[in-house]
């Protein structure tokens, strides 16, 4: 199911409209909870296809997921008319700008679009944020990293939450490590 974060310039309407000009039509409406963004759900009227608009404000930003029959077109032309942002281009720009990491959008964007299933290149990038000399960029990167909640994180950071040298980012990484192995656990948080 491919994630495209989009622009807050791209609103509920917008997409609405996307939506009827491709076959979709309006299905459910998720509010906003504790545990989940906010979700409105248009889907083909044979119910093969789904377009999902999330507005995380937690990551501070607005995403569609496409599943379905129609997933491929729709992301191609979701990121064409919508101006969507996807995994690709997010690390195409950094593979260009590095620096470009620093801002918190991205850093989240990063989190919100990581596949799933683990990803080498997605994870070296966190990687180089989780290990970053800004203690307030590796507090931005613990946060975003638990959207794809990969395994692989945890050994990361453990090593984060005994040895990191700011004492804020020492114990967010304990509370991530925690949550990480409820999650992975099969616990809720």
Request: proline share 7%; glycine share 4%; hydrophobic share 50%.
């Amino acid at each position: 199911m491919p994630r495209i974060v989009i622009e807050d310039r791209v609103t509920r309407w917008k997409v609405s409209c996307f939506a009827a000009d491709h076959g979709l039509v309006f299905y459910d409406k998720v509010p906003e909870s504790d545990a989940n963004p906010e979700e409105v759900i248009w889907a083909s009227r044979d119910g093969a296809t789904r377009l999902h608009r999330l507005e995380d404000r937690f990551a501070g930003l607005a995403y569609l997921i496409l599943d379905g029959e129609e997933e491929a077109s729709l992301t191609t032309r979701a990121i064409d008319e919508l101006d969507g942002l996807s995994l690709a281009t997010l690390l195409i720009a950094l593979a260009a700008d590095p620096d470009a990491a620093r801002a918190f959008p991205v850093i989240a964007a990063l989190g919100v679009l990581a596949p799933p299933a683990f990803e080498p290149h997605v994870f070296a990038v966190f990687s180089r944020l989780l290990a970053d000399a800004d203690p307030s960029l590796r507090g931005k990167a613990l946060a975003a990293a638990a959207y794809p909640a990969w395994p692989e994180f945890v050994p990361l950071m453990t090593a984060m939450a005994s040895d990191d040298p700011d004492p804020d980012v020492r114990e967010r990484a304990a509370v991530a490590v925690a949550a990480f192995r409820r999650h992975l656990a099969g616990e809720e948080s």
